[in-house]
């Protein structure tokens, strides 16, 4: 089959979409779709798809008519994976199946492959999603033990879950490139730094820079976050509230604003705007409900950026947009950075912020060694971030043919960087599962590492072990865990707390 060929999408009947391979198939035509289970219609559903594929690329067709011995179609579904084979066998489960090459599948709404477009050959893992997004440690600590790398077909994905090989493979960017062209991200917040490599990467985060230096947060962010944080504080009435919404969102969202340079928002926009980034670019499913509200977010960013536009190029200052313009970059790439800023600098601060807290709270033996200067606010939030990692997965592109010990990986190929997982990792945190502030958390991953550590790590240590912290503890009187409501923790590619509902007076 060749490479490169296009095929139209075809709109079907009952509105069913089917979605097409163009390239990089060896054994047959794959075709993903979410149907229903019953093999007679899947099956008229591959020969429609076949005949749609002659009018408009005629040639490609009939190499692929002549060289088909088969034609596979894979069925995506909430908790399985079946294969049903034209011809040959009736659907069978794959449960056994531990090796898999050249899959090719497009998802629903043109998302980023799921099924990358080949496989390793690293041995399967099952998971089931629901409690995976629940409580992803214990199938990671199964996976660093029984197969460090491992297929993950409900996640369409290789899983690299030790630390060592996280660190060096996140340095190897000629292998595990985060340039992804097809990518979720790229195609719903345009094309930012942290999908590029090299060069192209570091002229824009050398424009940056100069926002978010150590020099500059201390100099010129760490006074107005302190503001934000005494304001808010100020504003919060005794009695029981829920710290994530009534602290630790507005201040994050308030702090952003700052940093961006868009002051002619409100922070329950800064919030709203980066829940749907974060929901998008985390959207392997293809929900088209979510996609939506990613959409909306963005434009709600572009909105924001066009309006303070004349003012920000008149009177320039030390914000992220104020910076980036001043350094002459192109607007495309403007609004991709700032989009990109936004969609980690509110939702994973302010679940840090929060978590924190409730690990301080549900540990007062450990609350009183930092209270008591044995430990500090800093250490204390790096062993949180270490413990329950905010970003826990980043994703990356095989960028040429490559293996690592025994498993091999195949070009285009897309695997995660499991960071949650290298965190916890036993050969190098003893008692890892253990929130224990004393910790040495040097080797922790929670920020990246190699060339694409985080940008924003300086200002996010700021606000949270400089200010928020250490005010928030300074000024309560009272301030403990209620017991009416339990605590909601979630998710795996981005983990933290949903909610902590607290007894609070200043």
């Known amino acids: 089959m060749s490479r490169g060929s296009s095929v139209k999408r075809p709109s079907l009947t009952e509105k069913i979409e089917l979605w097409l391979s163009n390239g990089r198939v060896i054994d047959g035509l794959w075709i993903g779709s979410f149907l229903s289970d019953d093999p007679e219609r899947i099956l008229q559903r591959v020969e429609a798809a076949l005949r749609l594929i002659e009018p408009s690329a005629p040639l490609h067709y009939q190499r692929v008519k002549k060289s088909l011995s088969r034609i596979w179609v894979q069925l995506a579904f909430a908790a399985s994976i079946r294969l049903v084979v034209t011809g040959l ?48 440690y214990p199938m990671l600590a199964k996976m660093r033990q029984e197969a460090p ?3 993950v077909p409900q996640l369409g994905s290789t899983l690299l879950t030790s630390r060592d090989d996280i660190s060096i493979s996140e340095k190897q960017i ?38 978010v230096s150590p020099k500059t947060v201390k100099a010129h962010w760490t006074a107005l976050f302190q503001a934000h944080a005494d304001r808010i504080i100020d504003g ?16 994050s969202g308030e702090c952003l604003k700052s940093i961006t340079g868009l002051t002619n928002i409100g922070f329950e926009d800064m919030d709203a705007w980066s829940q749907g980034m974060i929901e998008g670019i985390a959207n392997y499913a293809g929900d088209p409900a979510v996609e ?33 313009l ?22 994973e601060p302010r679940k840090a912020i929060a978590g924190t807290v ?52 195949e070009l285009d190929e897309r695997v995660f960087l499991m960071f949650g997982s290298a965190n916890r990792d036993e050969k190098h945190f003893e008692r890892a599962d253990e929130f224990d502030v004393r910790r040495d958390t040097t080797r922790s991953v929670a920020f990246g590492a190699g060339p694409h550590f985080c940008a ?46 607290v007894k609070w007076r200043h």
């Open 292 to 324: 939506a509200r990613c959409h909306a977010a963005t434009a709600g960013i572009d909105a924001a950026i066009d309006d303070i536009l004349p003012v920000m190029r008149k009177h320039p200052d030390q914000s992220i947009l104020g910076v980036l």
């Open 89 to 136: 066998m009736p659907p069978v489960p794959i449960a056994g199946d531990r090796r898999r090459r050249r899959i090719s599948l497009v998802w629903p709404g043109g998302n980023e492959n799921p099924g990358a477009a080949v496989l390793s050959t690293a041995p399967r893992i099952d998971i089931d999603p629901g409690t995976f997004w629940a409580d992803p």
């Open 358 to 409: 409730w690990a301080l709270l549900s540990h007062p033996d450990q609350l009183d060694l930092v209270l008591r200067g044995e430990v500090s606010w800093l250490q204390a939030f790096e062993e949180y971030a270490r413990w329950i990692s905010p970003i826990g997965m980043s994703p990356r592109r095989i960028a040429k043919p490559w293996s690592i010990r025994d498993v091999s990986f």
């Open 174 to 211: 000629d292998v595990f490139s985060s340039h992804q062209p097809a990518g979720l991200m790229n195609r719903l917040m345009g094309h930012n730094m942290m999908r590029k490599d090299g060069e192209a990467h570091q002229v824009e985060r050398r424009a940056m820079f100069p926002t």
């Open 149 to 151: 790398i491992a297929f």
């Open 326 to 347: 001043a350094s002459g970059m192109p607007m495309e790439s403007v609004r991709a950075n700032v989009k990109l800023a936004i969609s980690g600098g509110q939702n």
């Open 236 to 251: 919060i009435g005794p009695g029981r509230i829920d710290f994530m919404r009534d602290f630790a969102l507005p201040f």
């Open 456 to 501: 924003g790590a300086f200002a996010s240590r700021a606000m949270i072990a400089d200010v928020a912290l250490p005010t928030l503890f300074a000024r309560a009187k009272r301030f403990e865990i209620a017991d009416d409501e339990p605590v909601r923790i979630g998710g795996w590619a981005f983990r933290g707390l949903q909610n902590l509902p």
